[in-house]
């Protein structure tokens, strides 16, 4: 073996480990915490309130077509809670009367492989208001991106939209299909 073959078997050789290594971090996938989401985001959400979930199990039609459009900050505390701040319009007609409500606090959890789980509520623990959104979400490996779909929303009886026909109990469960996208939110250039 001459002289100038060795160095040319040690870059083969850590190489092979480099690429060894990187193959087996990949193949474990992004590993994902609660603590992966800290600090604030900016969310936004489109989709619609298709009517009710009866007291029969089934969807019931509202009686007009219900879209929503929000933006929202949610400040995540690395521990699975966080506040929220939204403005937004349903059916073209502003919430909160256009202004921003920042009445509401929630509960998430995200998983080892990036999925998870965000529990939206209106008003103070003190004196919640009965409006509660459950979000699934997909949070990015370096936490700067969550995607989300809302599972379920329930409501007080009274703030059910009217339906064609059926009824709903108290709390009233609507019938949404609402997709989220979060970003984080960078503050002079750091995260």
Request: proline fraction near 5%; charged fraction near 15%.
């Amino acid at each position: 073996m001459n002289v100038k073959s060795k160095p040319s078997i040690c870059v083969t050789a850590m190489a092979t480990v480099l690429l060894w290594w990187s193959g087996s971090a990949l193949a474990n996938g992004p590993t994902c915490s609660t603590e992966t989401l800290k600090g604030p985001y900016g969310f936004s959400a489109q989709g619609e309130i298709l009517g009710i979930i009866g007291t029969d199990g089934l969807v019931h039609y509202a009686k007009s077509r219900l879209l929503i459009n929000d933006v929202a900050i949610v400040d995540f505390d690395g521990r699975g809670n966080f506040t929220r701040n939204d403005a937004g319009n349903i059916g073209g007609l502003p919430k909160s009367n256009g202004a921003f409500n920042n009445v509401q606090f929630g509960t998430y959890k995200v998983n080892s492989d990036c999925t998870g789980t965000m529990v939206i509520n209106y008003g103070t623990k003190a004196a919640p208001a009965g409006v509660t959104l459950t979000v699934q979400i997909a949070v990015s490996g370096d936490g700067t991106v969550v995607m989300g779909e809302m599972s379920s929303e329930t409501v007080p009886f009274a703030a059910a939209p009217p339906t064609v026909d059926g009824t709903c109990g108290n709390p009233c469960s609507e019938a949404v299909q609402i997709g989220f996208e979060g970003k984080k939110v960078l503050v002079y250039g750091f995260r």
